[in-house]
């Protein structure tokens, strides 16, 4: 091969080079999941507060039916048979 030859390689080269480059997206510095820095930050001294993240609920629980107490239970709860 020429002279030429091996020019028109590097060029090539150098413009695929230089668009691949040209178009690549960069890093966007807003993607960055940063939920969890408040926790870190409250327990940096120390993290043996044993929180969690249960349910809390929110309203009483329910009053007890009137019945017989039956020996299934549905979740949570209790069955009761009515009079």
Not at 29 to 37: L, S
Not at 40 to 50: F, P
Not at 54 to 80: A, M
């Amino acid at each position: 091969m020429n002279n030429w030859a091996f020019v028109a390689i590097i060029a090539g080269l150098g413009l695929v080079g230089y668009v691949i480059t040209k178009y690549r997206e960069g890093f966007e510095i807003a993607f960055i999941d940063k939920t969890n820095d408040r926790k870190t930050d409250e327990t940096r001294v120390s993290s043996y507060a044993q929180q969690t993240n249960n349910f809390k609920p929110t309203q009483p629980p329910p009053v007890l039916p009137t019945g017989i107490e039956t020996p299934y239970r549905v979740n949570t709860w209790n069955s009761y048979v009515p009079f």
